[in-house]
């Protein structure tokens, strides 16, 4: 509870009032419930009324004060004597009931003997349990079926991956040792991980009806749009053989780990950084051949507006890629392959035209430096060409040509050794090792010239030093091609970085959300295992969003880590009737997470409390 002050104007006089507002949760989320009107407290000062406000709060509970702590304040105790205040129940009372049911005359308490019991960090679990229910899984699982048991063992599991990933046959001790329990309102005191292998076989079938309801959802809750889609691909790889999962093969690993067999996940993100579908791919499956198959799969799930943009890397630029894009009438941003932009290269050696992009600092990082880019368009038949120059990427791109030249010269005195020894003597054969070798390295090729003397029988390369110069300052730069002819370089530059939005999203989900390694035997529960990740993934970004549009810039691990010492305890007083009263209830929460409760829409109470009478003579 707090209290939140009103003012109101009529007939020129000015009133002001103050409430006493409690933060509910609603089907349609957060709501405020007045609970009384205090008058005007505007003499009092603002620093004493959260103190009010909590005393209002203990008197409404039935909460008693300590004996030597009583409030002298006369219109303070009058104001809670006016209350409805609920009554402390009986010692006769049955053995567990909630306080709004209970009855019964007052007791005194022991205060020396005072302990507190089972305490478990809460304000993660809490804050993820309203993103669960606000981005509607709940309903989607249950209209697909779901018991109720189901619904909550999933969210338990999803919640898990958000915030302590573990294994299934590890997760009933985490349970256990957070107040899941006491929040979601089911006994985990004797649940095995059987069933939870099990929840995984359950929503395997379900995966693409869940993802597309959940895309659906998040479009209309936090205006989404489709009219610019990310895919990227990532690999995840396998502890032990994996040999009854077709799907695993050794590829190429992202992970750098050629030992291991692996699975390649595609995922596609909208501008904003919100899911909107995934698929899983064999481990060898090259990058180009996975995008016919993932449109056919974002088409189902999600629809594919004509005119949307795909930006995808270098990996998937290959003509037919590029042909199935515009057979399906959607644009398309690109990263040209090396040897396309060495090919193209010499249209932009006139440097003088490049822009400066205006980049703005990180929204969660205002003292970061960004690196400088330019950017210079070339328009053809049917693309526009976009050639950036990134400082950030120089010192790579210059080792790279060097360690080329190097090699180039080398060769080239490897093919003079062959000339001089006569293995090599026709002028046609030699010409012809000549065009091979500026082919193997176009880019340090085409500012050297390779004469052969056919009279002293000697190969002489002779550097341009022009433009060598030119290709030194090209250095750190990469192409980008797209069919629109709407956009500037400035903005398909922006578009294409979006990209990164994707790269982040496999980042966070391998190590904080846990997707690698794979330990499942079974190819459904691998895909389950991911599934789960994904889930996990759409509530981390729900929760940064609206952070973000908060003007909160932080991240879910600095959240999840503040929310944990929020903690849900059972308060034990022993009472002077030969009873014991066990209070289990939340911690008052202290400013920091009352701050990030209101930005996040989270009521500030996470449980209402619960009491428990013991007699002592029943031991």
Not at 123 to 138: E, S, Y
Request: proline letters at 6%; a positive charge.
């Amino acid at each position: 509870m707090y209290i939140r002050k009103t003012v109101r104007k009529y007939k020129d006089k000015t009133y002001v009032n103050h409430l006493l507002v409690e933060s509910v949760l609603t089907d349609k989320g957060p709501r405020q419930k007045v609970i009384c009107s205090l008058g005007d407290l505007s003499p009092k000062p603002p620093e004493q009324w959260l103190a009010l406000a909590r005393k209002l709060q203990d008197a409404l509970t039935g909460q008693l004060a300590l004996p030597g702590f009583a409030d002298e304040d006369p219109e303070l105790r009058q104001l809670i004597q006016s209350l409805p205040t609920q009554p402390t129940p009986s010692i006769d009372a049955p053995t567990t009931h909630d306080a709004a049911s209970s009855s019964g005359p007052l007791v005194s308490v022991h205060v020396d003997r005072v302990t507190y019991e089972k305490p478990r960090p809460a304000g993660h679990i809490h804050v993820g349990l309203a993103f669960w229910k606000r981005l509607g899984l709940d309903q989607i699982l249950h209209s697909l079926g779901f018991s109720e048991r189901t619904i909550k063992l999933t969210c338990a599991m999803t919640l898990n991956r958000l915030i302590h990933p573990a294994a299934e046959y590890a997760m009933p001790d985490w349970i256990r040792a957070t107040a899941m329990e006491d929040i979601l309102g089911f006994d985990s005191s004797r649940l095995p991980h059987d069933p939870l292998y099990r929840n995984l076989d359950r929503l395997h079938p379900h995966r693409g009806e869940i993802e597309s309801a959940l895309a659906q959802r998040e479009e209309n809750l936090f205006n989404l749009g489709n009219a610019i889609l990310l895919y990227d691909l990532t690999s995840t790889y396998f502890e032990g053989k994996a040999s009854l999962i077709p799907k695993a093969k050794r590829g190429y690993s992202r992970d750098h780990r050629p030992d291991c067999k692996q699975l390649v996940v595609g995922l596609v993100i909208g501008r904003e950084g919100f899911p909107r579908a995934h698929e899983i791919f064999e481990g060898n499956v090259q990058d180009r051949k996975t995008l016919p198959s993932m449109l056919e799969l974002l088409e189902k799930r999600v629809g594919l507006a004509e005119g949307a943009t795909i930006v995808v890397d270098r990996g998937m630029a290959y003509p037919e890629n590029l042909a199935e894009l515009q057979r399906r009438k959607l644009h398309y941003v690109v990263a040209a392959r090396q040897n396309e932009r060495d090919r193209y290269l010499a249209e932009f050696e006139t440097i003088d035209t490049f822009e400066e992009v205006i980049r703005q600092p990180s929204p969660r990082n205002p003292s970061q430096n960004k690196s400088a880019v330019r950017v210079k368009a070339h328009s053809t038949d049917h693309e526009t060409l976009i050639l950036c120059l990134s400082s950030e990427r120089v010192a790579k791109d210059r080792a790279i040509r060097e360690k080329q030249e190097d090699r180039f010269l080398r060769d080239v005195a490897k093919l003079q050794a062959r000339i001089q020894n006569g293995r090599l003597k026709q002028d046609v054969k030699i010409g012809e090792a000549i065009g091979r070798l500026k082919e193997r390295y176009p880019r340090v090729g085409r500012y050297h010239s390779l004469v052969f003397n056919s009279k002293t029988r000697r190969l002489e390369a002779t550097p341009n030093q022009e433009k060598r110069e030119v290709a030194a300052s090209l250095d750190g730069s990469y192409l980008l091609r797209t069919d629109r002819q709407d956009l500037s370089a400035q903005e398909a530059w922006r578009i294409y970085t979006s990209l990164t939005r994707a790269e982040n999203a496999f980042r966070t989900m391998k190590s904080p959300l846990s997707e690698r390694p794979i330990f499942h035997h079974l190819e459904h529960r691998v895909e389950s295992h991911i599934f789960l990740c994904v889930l996990a993934y759409h509530l981390l970004v729900a929760i940064e969003t609206t952070l973000l549009r908060q003007e909160i810039h932080t991240s879910w691990a600095s959240v999840r880590d503040l929310l944990a010492t929020h903690q849900i305890a059972t308060i034990v007083l022993p009472t002077d009737q030969n009873g014991i009263l066990r209070i289990r209830c939340s911690a008052t929460p202290e400013p920091d997470h009352r701050v990030l409760y209101e930005a996040l829409g989270v009521p500030i109470e996470i449980i209402r409390p619960v009491r428990t009478w013991e007699r002592n003579d029943l031991k």
